[in-house]
């Protein structure tokens, strides 16, 4: 079967309708990937960090470091685009390539899972790896999916993989808190996992961005200076992130160590930090995703960020397991419906051959909002508390909102 290579973007190549059932390939493959994805995102919810304070007792430094790992991986994904785009192989290798680095770096931690350096290499690695081919998914959704129904195909995807995370996270916590399971073999699972997540990306109808005639890394960064809606709306969600990555970040380690007064076990910490959310992703990621495909943006922005902004203060002032649960759970919505909007806002807002440009710039500032969360949060958790830092968060969240409000108000008004 030969596959079509015309670019994205090329004017006698209309986007995919609907009535042709076309995108089912994709949704098929998409679907089946969501298993794993779901089982790899414990990794950075929950058990990257747990493994390395319960079993490995790493330092601060070390927690900065896993938490970082990811953010390493989006800050440089902009290199990712610009190389594709260069050397012509399709979205979909390229993708692929990214897990199966990922699956190397799980079986360095699992072979070495002893020694703190080849832990801390291997987890750090593979969070690096996965996280390098983010902008390259949306340009996938952008060719494949239909515009009406983008927001509600991809919100399926992530129920899916919302649901597969909260199964694998409750299982492994109770498993691993009652000794029926080491941690050495969770690596390999995630390790495996990776692997089927870059089959099931080849298996994809491939997608090829327009070849460029050199390597530029920083061509894509052009946008930011002739594009005003884009440049504002980075950001603002730079604000968001910093105020809601710092609190992420924070989330094992503030039930985790007993510090804090909580020092939950195993099983109680993937509950709140994974299967609570994920569950609270399940059941409302469709209706943000049909949300999406209806309501005006920037409205729909602030009505996410409310979500995070009350689940962190939830969280943080938290009295009780119960109360931690309820925090987690309006997290778990915004999450839901930031998930969305993050992964599909590109499709909406660049010309259809530069979405993964646009889309590598957002990954690539997430990344330094990422870093910057990484090595602040856990030295300040210790010395201002973790009352402090859900004000911040929410305070970061809320000046984000404030800087859209223009922006609401006058799109309210055309529409009226």
């Not at 299982?171 to 089959?199: H, I, N, Q, R, T």
């Not at 530029?216 to 709306?233: I, P, Q, S, W, Y």
């Not at 203060?313 to 009295?319: G, K, R, T």
Request: with cysteine.
């Amino acid at each position: 079967m030969q596959h079509d290579k015309t670019a994205i973007g090329d004017k006698f190549q209309p986007d995919v309708d609907l009535e042709t059932g076309a995108w089912r390939r994709t949704f098929f493959w998409d679907l089946l990937r969501a298993m794993p994805m779901g089982v790899t995102e414990t990794v950075g919810t929950t058990f990257g960090l747990l493994i390395a304070i319960r079993y490995l007792d790493v330092s601060t430094l070390s927690k900065s470091y896993f938490m970082a790992g990811s953010a390493f991986g989006m800050l440089l994904s902009v290199f990712s685009v610009a190389a594709v785009r260069r050397f012509g192989v399709s979205v979909n290798i390229s993708a692929a390539l990214a897990w199966f680095m990922a699956a190397i770096g799980f079986c360095v931690a699992a072979v070495g899972h002893t020694s703190v350096v080849c832990y801390t290499i291997g987890v750090v690695l593979a969070l690096f790896a996965h996280s390098i081919s983010s902008p390259l998914l949306p340009q996938i959704y952008r060719k494949h999916y239909p515009g009406e129904v983008r927001g509600k195909l991809f919100s399926f995807v992530g129920m899916v993989k919302a649901l597969s995370a909260a199964s694998f996270a409750y299982v492994a916590g109770v498993m691993l808190s009652e000794g029926k399971m080491s941690y050495d073999v969770l690596l390999w699972v995630f390790s495996g996992c990776s692997v089927l997540k870059g089959v099931c990306t080849l298996m994809m109808n491939p997608v090829y961005l327009r070849k460029s005639s050199k390597l530029n890394f920083l061509e894509a960064f052009g946008h930011l200076k002739t594009d005003k809606v884009f440049r504002k709306l980075i950001a603002t969600w730079m604000l968001l992130g910093l105020g809601n990555l710092i609190c992420m970040a924070l989330f094992v380690e503030y039930i985790t160590n007993d510090h804090f007064g909580f020092g939950f076990n195993e099983a109680k910490i993937s509950m709140v930090t994974t299967t609570v959310p994920m569950l609270a992703f399940i059941i409302s990621v469709v209706m943000w995703g049909m949300i999406y495909d209806k309501m005006e943006f920037y409205r729909l922005r602030l009505l996410v960020n409310m979500f995070f902004f009350v689940g962190i203060l939830v969280f943080f002032f938290a009295p009780s397991y119960l109360w931690l649960c309820v925090g987690m759970a309006l997290h778990g919505m915004g999450k839901a419906g930031g998930t969305v909007l993050w992964s599909l806002w590109t499709t909406k807002f660049a010309p259809a051959d530069k979405v993964g440009e646009y889309m590598s710039i957002h990954t690539s500032f997430t990344g330094v909002r990422g870093i910057i969360s990484a090595f602040v949060a856990f030295p300040l958790i210790l010395v201002a508390g973790p009352n402090v830092i859900g004000i911040i968060g929410a305070s970061l969240i809320l000046i984000s909102s404030l800087c859209l409000l223009p922006e609401v108000k006058q799109n309210w008004g055309e529409r009226g």
